[in-house]
């Protein structure tokens, strides 16, 4: 028997799964859909869907960045500005994932 897959599980399952690991990132801290998709099995777009439907709006949000370390035009000065009001590091506007890229893997 196979284990379930993320087409197995349902459209509110997957959302919340996103919230519990978006949750995780400490602040000062920054993960990608990616690397959120990557934890949750799911694709990076899965994950941007998840965070922009509102139902995820108690959730740091604004620590979830595009792969290169840019913010979502729709919502970018305000992500930038609680971003950087946590004291993460910005080059322009994009965020150093080098130096705060959540969980510790390679950018």
């Keep these: 028997m196979r284990a379930p897959g993320p087409a197995d599980r349902s459209a509110e399952d997957v ?4 919230f519990d ?6 602040p000062g801290r920054v993960s990608t859909y990616g690397a959120i998709g990557r934890l949750v099995g799911v694709g990076p777009r ?15 949000w ?3 960045v595009r792969a290169d ?3 979502a035009e729709p919502v970018r000065v305000r992500q930038l500005a609680l971003l ?4 993460v590091p910005l080059r322009g506007s994009r ?3 080098a130096a705060v890229g959540w969980p510790d893997e390679r950018w």
């Design 84 to 87: 950087a009001g946590e004291g």
């Design 21 to 26: 690991a978006v949750e995780r990132i400490p």
């Design 46 to 60: 899965r994950v941007a869907r998840a965070l922009s439907g509102g139902g995820g709006a108690a959730v740091p």
């Design 62 to 64: 604004h620590r979830v």
């Design 95 to 97: 965020v150093d994932l």
């Design 69 to 71: 370390g840019t913010a």
């Design 15 to 18: 959302d919340e799964a996103v």
